[in-house]
Structure formats: C-alpha cells, structure tokens
C-alpha cells in the first residue's frame, strides 16, 4: 500500500466556508450585479443583432477597408475577404457574427478598463507589486474554474460568458500597458514637466503617445484571448461558433468541429492583421531614420 | 556684487536620497562624510551644504565627475528634484515654497532646459518641439508657430523644421533643444551636459553657438559639464563639486591658479592653460603714433624703451614698428584684449608680433616671446 498525504485538517470545512460565502453574495448581491451589467447586455444584444441585420457584402466590405487602411496592402485586404467569405460559404455567417459580437464587446470591456488599470500600474511601485501576481494568478488559472462563479451568479448566459472573457482576457492589456509607460525615456518625461506640463498633460503628450506601440501589442493579445475563450464560453450560454464546435463534440460529428474550428482561425488571422497593421503603423514615426 | 545682481541665491542645500532621510540629516550636520552616511543610514548623501550665488546674465558652470551631484543640483532649480532641506531663491523668492500653480508657471515662464540626451518627443516635428513649451504656457498656436520659426531660424535649421527628431543627426536634435529652451523667452537657462554627447567639432560649433547667442540675449546660464576645457571656455564663473561638496567657486583664472584645495589642483592639472589665459594677461603696453609722427628718428628713439610700437594710419589702418622690422611699420593682425590667448596662436605663427585692442582702439602689441613667458610662469603656478 502506498503512503497517501496524510490528512492534516479537513478541508470540507474551508470549502464548505467559501461555498456558503459565495452563495451568500449571490443570495444578496446577485440581483444588484445583475441589474449592474444589463447595459453590457443590451450593448452584446444591439451590437449582434446589428451585426446579423447588416448584408454580408457590407460587412465584407468594412472589413476589407479596415484592413486596407491599417496595412496599406492589397494583398493582406484581399486575403481578410476571402477568408470572411468563406465563413460565409461555410454556412457558418451568423455564428460568426455573434461570435464577432461577443469579442468585439469583451475586448472593449477589458481595453477601456485594462487601460487606465496599466496607467495605474505604471503610476506606483507598490500597486504594481500587488498587481503582478494578481495577473499571473489571472492568467495561469484554468479558465473553467472561472466559469463557476459567474454562472453562479448570473445562471447560464451571456453575461457570466462576456464577464468571463473579459477577466481572462485583460492581463496583457495591462500588462503591456505598465510596461509601455515604464519604458518611455526618461529624460523626454523630465522635458516635459521642465517645461511646466502637468501630471495630466504629461500623461496625455508624452507617455501614453510613447507607449501606443506596446499598448497596441496589448491590445491586439487581448483580442486574441478573447477570440480563443469563445469555444469555452460557448458551455455557459454564448452561442456563435464556439457552440457549433461544443455541439460538434456532444454528438462527435467531426465536420461540425472542423468546419467551425477553421472560422475560428480565420476570424484571429484577420483580426491579428488588422491589430498588428495598426500597431506598426502607431510605431512608424518612432522608427523612422533608423 | 549687490543683491539685485544675484539671479540665483543658494543656501545651505542638502538632498539626501532614501527613506531615513531624517536620521541621515542629523548625521550630516554632526559632520559625517558620504561614505560614514551610506554605511551607518543606507542613505546616499546627493549635496551636501551647497551654498553659492549665481549672478544675473553670467554663465555659471558646475563641473564635477560622474557621481558628484551636478545633475541633482541642476534639477533643483526647476524642482524636478526636491531638496532635504535648504532654500533656493531666484530674483529673491525662495523657490521651494512656491505651490503647485506657481511652480508650473515659473517653469513655463522663467525657467528653461536643455538635456545630454536632448530629451525631444520622437512623435512631433522639429516645430512642434520648439513650441513645445509655448504651447505649455497657453500661447495661441499661430503666434507659437511664428515664434517657433524664429527660433529654429536662430539656431540654423530652416528647412527642417517638418523632419522627425530622428531623422536629424545628434548636433541639429541639439540645436532644437536648444531652440525650444530659448523659444520660452525665460531669464535662466539650464544646459545639463548639453554638449556632452556630440562629436567633438560638432560640440565646439555648438559651443561658438551658445556664445554667439549669449552675447546677444545675456540669459543666465546655469552649464553643467564634467570637460574642464569646455568650462573654461564658456564659464564666466566655475564651481567644482565632489561627492556632493562644493570645492570651490570661481573664474577660470582662479581655479587654474588658486586651486582651493588638492582635488582641484589635480583636477585641473591637465588642462591646456591657453585656453584659460587671455590676451590682457600677456600684452605689453606700446606707444601709439599718427602716421605723420611716425619719423624714422622717432620710431627708433622709441624703440629703445619699448618692445614695439603702433602707428595708426589716416584711415584707421593700423601697423606695428618692431626691431625685427627693422623700423618699418608693417600690416599685422588685431585680436581683443579679453580673447583668449590661444586664439592668437596662429596669427603669431604667421606674424612676429600683433595688436591688441580694447574696443577697437590699439594699446599694445603681444609677441611670441610674451606669450611664451606668460604660460611659463601660469604652469608654474598650477
């Protein structure tokens, strides 16, 4: 027989602890949080909805420009509508369009609170040290295990779906954006404010301008993450491709999978184009004379 | 020296860099050195009793190694770094009780600065450097960039003033640090080691340059540097500071030759003594003659008593009578009594003796021979 880890005290009670804890938030808070985060709903609801309305040689074509204006290349413009239109082709048009929806609104969520989360960061040593593990702990737990708490509260659906993606999402935004503001030269920092800037101003002219590149490299992560999170947020209510592959699963039909695993990838490549498109050109007039 | 010309009044400035700050301050004033401090506090002593003036329109040079708080003096001026204790009063009001309101427009308004490392913003062109800190003071953008152009004509850069920072070689990303420092029109100028990281023809240029402006718009320069060539050249006053000391203020001539103490002696041994001497150190006083005086008998009843002498023509010409011209006046060159007297050294390779002026008129005559004798005895006084 082998020597199991003797048991040192019985952990039923801490977890029967943390348990009763949480169930008490959801018994007391949970109707607050939910009224709290309707907007966000409504915002995830008009924004697929839209997205579905709108004809897909519309949507083709927006993308299309995106891409052209971010990278200045036919080719790369090209290749994002061929591959848009093959999701199309696929059948797999407002699965996409739902699971565009649901990045779109989870990235927007987690960039307009993951950057001023960085510029914080960036701001104080002491915040910073409190916040690396946090992220590290953020990143590195099994998404799953997110999962619970926010089905708990909010039952199987959209809101716990877009929550979670958000918070498994956002370390590299602020991340990348402590670290860019971290990174700006000194000395153009210590110009400015001799020459009488304010803290805000100093901000707003001088350290976020000098950080967009990392701050675009950021950006363009958490939109990644967010993309991939949308298989496992499909198990709590997401719907949209993730749910064909999850179904794909359930009734082991390989082509489902496949063919919703492929518009996956094509929506991350040409969202990754776009982003990367544009960080490179937030970084040119940095480069230039190099 | 009277108060009113005193631009910049330091007294008894101390920073001590650390979190027991209070315990290493007690121990400073019971007299403990750097090191004692470090040991005993874990607090590094960055100045130490810093106590001197600056006067108006002077260029006051703080020179020091690496490490000896040159930089963290400067940076008091403008309070990007905070004293421990001390006062700083600039045309009479201390700095350091200014409030946040009034810091921000003494910054903007009456004091600029210029950086090793030009410190400009990669992401704007070289006008919108320039009128950086006009836009910081508010000032309505046409007038701004008016002004801007000025500036950048100033200091030799037109053409380029759409050109990225990057796209410019080190001395012209100086040149617009430097004319974004005097756009703001303040009264005192910072330069920490402004010249430092430039190639050595391209830092004397800007050296000619700073000079050149200087005597025409008389700002107060506050020079940090650690070439001692470079102080000497562009100080009208110098302070040496050591592990956050002051060892000694003074003109050129005064640290060369009255060292205040065995590290600045050492400190100053190497240097090329020519480029601190000036001509009215050296020059021997002659006789001055219209050319009609100037007979052959008289010229050389003259000779015997003086060196030399000079003969001013009808229309200003003026030539010198030396006995190796045996007499005869002949063209030379003119060099101003305050240049210094390694700028002759060429014209007196090509001519046996020259004049010296004082604002034009001729008083004497500077030879070889004077020369020589004066370097000799300023080494062996250093």
């Known amino acids: ?290 | 020296m009277t108060a009113a010309d005193i631009k910049i009044q330091v007294d008894k400035v101390f920073k001590i860099f650390g979190g027991n700050a209070c315990g290493a301050m007690s121990l400073v004033q019971s007299g403990a050195g750097k090191a004692e401090v470090l040991e005993k506090t874990g607090c590094v002593l960055g100045l130490s009793n810093i106590d001197f003036s600056i006067r108006t329109g002077e260029t006051f040079v703080i020179m020091g190694l690496s490490g000896s708080g040159k930089s963290t003096l400067i940076r008091h001026f403008n309070r990007l770094i905070e004293p421990t204790s001390g006062s700083i009063r600039v045309d009479g009001e201390n700095i350091l009780d200014m409030n946040t309101k009034q810091l921000l427009a003494f910054r903007r308004k009456g004091i600029s600065m210029v950086f090793q490392r030009f410190g400009l913003l990669p992401h704007q062109t070289v006008l919108e450097n320039v009128i950086c800190g006009l836009v910081l003071q508010g000032m309505d953008r046409r007038e701004a960039l008016r002004r801007g152009m000025e500036q950048v004509e100033l200091v030799g850069l037109k053409g380029f003033e759409n050109r990225f920072p990057k796209q410019l070689s080190g001395g012209m990303q100086q040149r617009v640090g430097l004319a974004r420092a005097l756009a703001t029109q303040a009264d005192i100028l910072l330069m920490d080691e402004a010249f430092s990281a430039l190639d050595p023809l391209i830092k004397s240029d800007m050296q000619e340059q700073l000079k050149d402006i200087q005597a025409r718009l008389k700002k107060t320069i506050v020079f940090i540097t650690h070439d001692l060539d470079e102080a000497l050249h562009l100080g009208d006053r110098i302070a040496i500071l050591k592990d956050g000391e002051l060892r000694q203020v003074g003109t050129g001539a005064d640290v060369l030759f009255r060292p205040a103490d065995e590290y600045v002696e050492r400190f100053v041994r190497k240097v090329d003594i020519s480029r601190a001497v000036h001509t009215h150190g050296a020059f021997v006083t002659v006789p001055v003659l219209r050319a009609v005086e100037a007979t052959e008998e008289r010229c050389a009843a003259l000779l015997r008593d003086a060196p030399g002498l000079i003969v001013v023509d009808g229309d200003g010409g003026q030539r010198v009578v030396t006995a190796a011209s045996l007499g005869k006046p002949i063209r030379t060159v003119s060099v101003e009594a305050d240049t210094l007297i390694g700028q002759s050294f060429p014209h007196l390779q090509a001519n046996d003796a020259i004049i010296v002026t004082r604002a034009g008129m001729a008083v004497g005559i500077l030879s070889r021979e004077m020369v020589f004798r004066t370097l000799a005895r300023s080494a062996r006084a250093a």
């Open chain 1, 1 to 290: 027989m082998t020597d199991n880890f003797p048991e040192i005290f019985d952990t039923r009670g801490l977890r029967f602890a943390i348990d009763d804890g949480f169930n008490w938030i959801v018994a007391n808070y949970g109707d607050l949080l939910e009224q709290i985060l309707m907007p966000l709903l409504k915002l995830l609801g008009t924004l697929e909805i839209f997205l579905q309305w709108l004809p897909w040689y519309v949507t083709v074509s927006v993308v299309a420009a995106l891409t052209y204006s971010a990278a200045r290349d036919l080719k790369a413009t090209a290749s994002a509508a061929v591959m848009l239109l093959a999701i199309g082709c696929l059948g797999l048009w407002n699965d996409a369009m739902s699971t565009i929806a649901l990045m779109l609104a989870a990235t927007v969520v987690a960039v307009t609170t993951g950057i001023p989360l960085g510029i914080f960061m960036a701001r104080s040593d002491r915040l910073r040290s409190m916040a690396l593990p946090l992220l590290d702990i953020m990143q590195t737990l099994p998404i799953f295990v997110y999962l619970i708490p926010f089905v708990m509260l909010f039952g199987p659906g959209k809101i716990p779906a877009i929550l979670a993606t958000v918070f498994f999402a956002i370390p590299p935004v602020i991340r990348l954006t402590d670290l860019g503001i971290r990174q700006v030269d000194g000395e153009v920092v210590e110009a400015i404010v001799a020459f009488g800037a304010t803290p805000r101003q100093k901000l707003l002219k001088v350290q976020i301008p000098l950080a967009l590149p990392t701050i675009m490299a950021g950006i363009n992560q958490t939109t990644m993450m967010a993309l991939s999170m949308v298989v496992i947020a499909s198990m709590i209510g997401a719907g949209g491709l993730g749910y064909q592959v999850l179904q794909g699963i359930q009734r082991l039909e390989v082509s489902r999978g496949l063919l919703a695993g492929i518009g996956i990838v094509f929506l991350a490549v040409i969202f990754d184009r776009i982003a990367q498109a544009y960080g490179r050109r937030a970084q040119k007039h940095l480069a230039t004379g190099e």
